[in-house]
Each structure stands twice: as C-alpha cells, then as structure tokens.
C-alpha cells in the first residue's frame, strides 16, 4: 500500500528517467519542471508558454540534478580522453553538437587555469572538469536552439 506523501523517486534516484516518464502528483509539482514551463497538469492545453526568467538560469546553476549530471559528464570525460583539448572540444561537441570556436577554447582554458589555481590541483583533477561541464550545460549554445 502506498501512501500519500512526498514521492520517494525521481530524476536524482539513478533510475535515468525523462520527464516524459516521471509520475505527475498534483501536491508536489517539480519545482525544476515548473521553472521550465511544465504544463499545468490540472487542465488540457493548446500551446505551451514559453518564459526566459531568472529563476531557470538559477536553477541551472544550483539544482542538485544540473550538479549531479555535470559530475557524471566529467568522470565520463576524463576517463574517454587524455588531453584537455580535447576534452574541451569533446564537451562542447556532445553539448551542442559543434566544435567550440577559438574563443569558447581560449574562454574555457582559462576558465580550467583559474579553477586550478582555485583548488590548488593539476588541471585533470575531477572538480576541476565537473565545474566545465556544468558550465557548458549553462552555455547559451546549448540552452537555446537557433
């Protein structure tokens, strides 16, 4: 028998679900989906709206999920590839379906020496590409089709 709290799964639990698939509860809507304009499951609707309000970016920069998929992207990273060029054009290619520009690489770079020095480590650490990937996830190339 189950109860009617909180849901116990979702998108963080390592089943690897879309949002096409996560179970609609009227009392605990996702606040990420609702960020994104999740339709309102109360009633049908013709057209989806569509918004560009701070709350997204925010939400794509702190929520867990965004945090916990840039993670698993940079282990995926670093174990596929030795050079950090590579890597970084790897990212962008899987993000955005190109290869950066020269001055995405020469931004990235730098962004991966400034981290370095931050963290007081070698440029392959693993904090170091979890933080590029999530910052790639934050990339207007990626969070907007042209």
């Given at each position: 028998?189950?109860?009617?709290?909180?849901?116990?799964?979702?998108?963080?639990?390592?089943?690897g679900r879309?949002?096409?698939?996560?179970?609609?509860?009227?009392?605990?809507?996702?606040?990420?989906?609702?960020?994104?304009?999740?339709p309102s499951?109360?009633?049908?609707?013709?057209?989806?709206?569509?918004?560009?309000?701070?709350?997204q970016s925010?939400?794509?920069?702190?929520?867990?999920?965004?945090?916990?998929?840039?993670?698993?992207?940079?282990?995926?990273?670093?174990?596929?590839?030795?050079?950090?060029?590579?890597?970084?054009?790897?990212?962008?290619?899987?993000?955005?379906?190109?290869?950066?520009?020269?001055?995405?690489?020469?931004?990235?770079?730098?962004?991966?020496?400034?981290?370095?020095?931050?963290?007081?480590?070698?440029?392959?650490?693993?904090?170091?590409?979890?933080?590029?990937?999530?910052?790639?996830?934050?990339?207007?190339?990626?969070?907007?089709?042209?």
């Amino acid at each position: 028998m189950e109860g009617r709290g909180r849901p116990e799964s979702g998108p963080l639990d390592g089943n690897g679900r879309r949002s096409i698939y996560i179970q609609v509860r009227r009392n605990f809507l996702s606040p990420m989906m609702l960020a994104f304009d999740m339709p309102s499951p109360f009633n049908t609707m013709g057209r989806r709206s569509k918004s560009l309000v701070p709350s997204q970016s925010l939400i794509m920069m702190n929520h867990p999920l965004v945090q916990q998929q840039a993670q698993r992207w940079a282990e995926k990273l670093v174990a596929e590839e030795a050079d950090a060029n590579r890597r970084i054009q790897q990212a962008v290619r899987t993000a955005t379906g190109r290869y950066p520009t020269e001055q995405q690489r020469e931004a990235i770079w730098q962004f991966i020496q400034q981290q370095a020095a931050a963290y007081e480590c070698e440029e392959n650490d693993l904090r170091i590409w979890s933080d590029v990937c999530h910052m790639v996830l934050n990339m207007k190339d990626f969070m907007f089709l042209n």
